[in-house]
């Protein structure tokens, strides 16, 4: 329905902007700066231009008289994006963003608001004042006067003051945290009431995938791991969870810190144990610290336990969830080293491929699937391939030799030697200007982690009763995009 939404300052300044499903570009925020409100003659609340219709209003007068505009590009209700607009200004208004200074600080709330109120297809989901502000995790603070305005009439402060009370910011929503009697289930939205299981079980999938780019001399060019934590939890009642990571902020602080904190003797207990766990399963060079980047969590963890103590901590939906993406580029444990030497055979319209692939993670465990594709120059008709070990084959659809191994075991090497069979075409000119793509490694590792990310404890508790349940822990490392220039 909506495709995207634009908030200007009264100047023309773009401030806030979300664009829906990919189909409008981030250039079509200029067209409205230049078409509507660089344009004194412009009077009407919707504007048509080619494909695209733009519906926009003006904050209310105690505001700093923003642009609130929603393009869209379909035949929609403009009666129905009109009332949204209008409740996304009352919610602008509840947090103090309706001024251009107060709004640039705060950005951010603008799109969980968004998230929230319109969901990821642009179609209004909830604008009810009360249900959208329980599902944020930045609550407003609430006026201390009597006399204040409702959120749809967009006033804070007293009628008879002339500045308007700006509030501040409460801590985030920890709902997922708490169960004082101040909560009840309906603050867990995304969870049901009255769960029961025969069998209590939660199983914490830490995936990631590692993306390496390596030049001819070994150097590498870059190098990034984009992970997730993915929760499959089939738990009864209300239970709260929560684990640690060993993040370089996490291990300022040791884990008695944290059993104080935790208060149940129990539960420290069995941190030890999955601390212990991860580590006799994992490298010791995956038990480092490492450096967080870009973490993204789902609504049912607590953030501000997250920034003040490094904790994660939840009330787990039913099912499978993505409970968090992370991105880490300091201090990588690369999987396999790969060798190429590549050099022109002595007829000079051949290659010969000598190259070596070493894994790196420990012995005790093994890799799957590990296919390396090494490109062969156009022309090639066969090639006279040898390896150590696996299986490889010519393969003339992909215009490349494909080296296939169904497990590898770690701290091994194997090798390949091989010279291509070039057409009559081939000669020593078109070698040269070959672009050499690079060779590309795909893979997958169980119970290896390639940021070196741990998960140094995980509890779960339900209130002041012992919550019995099995608890699993399995990383899995894939390749992303795992190339080596020769």
């Not at 393009?71 to 929609?76: D, G, H, L």
């Not at 580029?329 to 002595?346: A, D, E, G, Y």
Request: proline share 4%; charged share 20%; aromatic share 8%.
């Amino acid at each position: 329905m909506i495709n995207g939404i634009l908030i200007y300052s009264p100047r023309g300044e773009l401030i806030v902007s979300k664009l829906f499903k990919g189909t409008l570009k981030r250039s079509i925020a200029d067209i409205f700066r230049i078409q509507v409100i660089n344009n004194l003659d412009v009077r009407s609340p919707i504007l048509t231009l080619g494909s695209t219709t733009f519906h926009h209003i003006r904050s209310s007068k105690d505001s700093d008289n923003l642009w609130l505009v929603a393009a869209t590009r379909n035949n929609a209700n403009s009666a129905a994006i009109w009332e949204f607009l209008y409740k996304l200004d009352s919610m602008l208004i509840e947090y103090g963003l309706n001024k251009e200074e107060y709004l640039k600080e705060e950005f951010m709330i603008v799109h969980e608001l968004l998230d929230v109120m319109l969901g990821s297809c642009g179609i209004p989901l909830e604008t009810e004042p009360s249900k959208v502000i329980a599902k944020m995790s930045v609550k407003p603070a609430k006026l201390h006067h009597n006399n204040t305005s409702s959120l749809l009439d967009g006033h804070l402060g007293s009628k008879g003051n002339n500045e308007i009370s700006m509030p501040k910011f409460l801590k985030r929503n920890d709902s997922s945290q708490s169960h004082d009697s101040n909560f009840s289930f309906n603050d867990f939205s995304w969870r049901p009431k009255d769960i029961k299981h025969k069998k209590n079980e939660v199983i914490l999938h830490v995936n990631e995938k590692i993306n390496i780019l390596v030049a001819k001399d070994g150097s590498i060019l870059k190098a990034y791991v984009d992970g997730s934590i993915d929760l499959q939890t089939r738990l009864s009642g209300t239970p709260v969870c929560q684990f640690g990571l060993n993040d370089s902020l996490t291990l300022g602080s040791n884990d008695s810190e944290y059993s104080s904190r935790n208060g149940r003797t129990g539960n420290n207990k069995s941190s030890m144990l999955d601390s212990n766990l991860s580590n006799k399963v994992l490298s010791k060079a995956s038990v480092g610290n490492v450096i967080l980047e870009d973490c993204k969590f789902h609504q049912c963890v607590s953030l501000d336990k997250f920034d003040r103590e490094r904790i994660i901590k939840f009330v787990p939906p039913d099912g499978s969830v993505e409970l968090m993406k992370y991105h880490i580029r300091n201090n990588l444990n690369l999987p396999f080293k790969i060798t190429p030497i590549v050099t022109n055979s002595v007829t000079g319209d051949a290659l010969d491929y000598r190259i070596a692939l070493k894994s790196l993670f420990p012995g005790r465990l093994s890799a799957k699937g590990v296919v390396l594709h090494i490109p062969v120059p156009p022309g090639v008709m066969d090639c006279n391939i040898s390896v150590s070990n696996g299986t490889c084959k010519f393969v003339p659809a992909e215009n490349a030799m494909v080296w296939k191994f169904n497990k590898y075991n770690g701290l091994t090497e194997n090798t390949l030697s091989a010279v291509t069979v070039p057409s009559k075409e081939v000669n020593q000119t078109t070698l040269q200007q070959w672009a050499r793509p690079p060779m590309s490694l795909d893979f997958e590792i169980l119970m290896f982690s390639n940021s070196g990310l741990v998960v140094r404890y995980f509890t779960i508790s339900e209130g002041h009763q012992n919550y019995k349940a099995v608890k699993w822990i399995k990383y899995v490392s894939k390749s992303g995009s795992y190339e080596v220039r020769f």
